[in-house]
């Protein structure tokens, strides 16, 4: 059973600063990896999609990288803003299935 | 685009009745829908996966009976909350893969935030 976790739970960074989120996940046999962020109280807005045969993907200050062998992907933040406060979701659909198993999160705090 | 809309965006009900989500794609068509729920701080879970024109495939531990599931249209998927009680309250996220865009990708509605008194 695919399990995904995301570490930190928590950051908090002051604006300016580049930042790096983690994800893990167990099974190796994914079909693709999303990103999302999650305001409080709203739905999910899709950030970054990666097919299991891609190392990375970019939109402008979002890059996302992964490494499906070590079962990790990253989502790098550059130049955070406050706007940038929110949390943010990785979520794994293997190839066995259509749904996705989502990590727990990490909850962004970019102080002005 | 691929727009998903959910209706009514949040729901106060009494314990006892029971409450109606629909999850609509607005621009594309969607053979299969999904129905989360998040409980406050937590992550999503899958509660099932929804098929159009056909039964809805449900996670485990989900009651089927409970959380009743139709997908009657390309566009359409409605989930029912029967016989809602307080631990049922909860924010319920659909969310439906479009064919066109890159494959697997999946769009999520803004969410129904559900309150049983």
């Known amino acids: 059973k695919q399990e995904v976790t995301q570490i930190p739970a928590a950051l908090s960074v002051p604006e300016g600063e580049n930042l790096v989120l983690n994800c893990s996940f167990t099974?190796?046999?994914?079909?693709?990896l999303q990103w999302f962020r999650q305001d409080p109280g709203k739905g999910l807005t899709s950030l970054l999609l990666?097919?299991?045969?891609?190392r990375e993907q970019t939109s402008g200050r979002l890059n996302a990288s992964l490494d499906k062998s070590s079962g990790r992907s990253t989502l790098y933040i550059a130049a955070s803003q406050p706007g940038d406060s929110a949390t943010y979701l990785c979520?794994?659909?293997?190839?066995?299935?259509?749904?996705?198993?989502f990590g727990p999160g990490t909850r962004l705090s970019v102080l002005p | 685009g691929a727009v998903v809309s959910q209706h009514p965006s949040w729901v106060i009900c009494k314990s006892g009745t029971s409450v109606k989500i629909e999850c609509r794609s607005l621009d594309f068509q969607a053979t299969t829908m999904f129905w989360y729920r998040q409980f406050p701080k937590q992550s999503l879970m899958l509660m099932a996966t929804s098929n159009e024109g056909s039964k809805a495939t449900y996670e485990q531990g989900v009651e089927k009976d409970k959380f009743l599931i139709n997908h009657a249209s390309l566009t359409l998927s409605t989930l029912t909350v029967t016989s809602a009680h307080p631990e049922d309250s909860s924010f319920y996220i659909c969310?439906?893969?479009?064919?066109?865009?890159?494959?697997?990708?999946?769009?999520f509605g803004p969410g129904t935030r559900l309150t049983v008194l």
């Open positions: 990666i097919q299991s045969s891609q």
């Open positions: 099974d190796s046999a994914i079909y693709n």
């Open positions: 969310s439906a893969t479009n064919p066109e865009t890159p494959a697997g990708e999946q769009f």
């Open positions: 979520a794994v659909r293997d190839n066995y299935g259509q749904n996705f198993v």
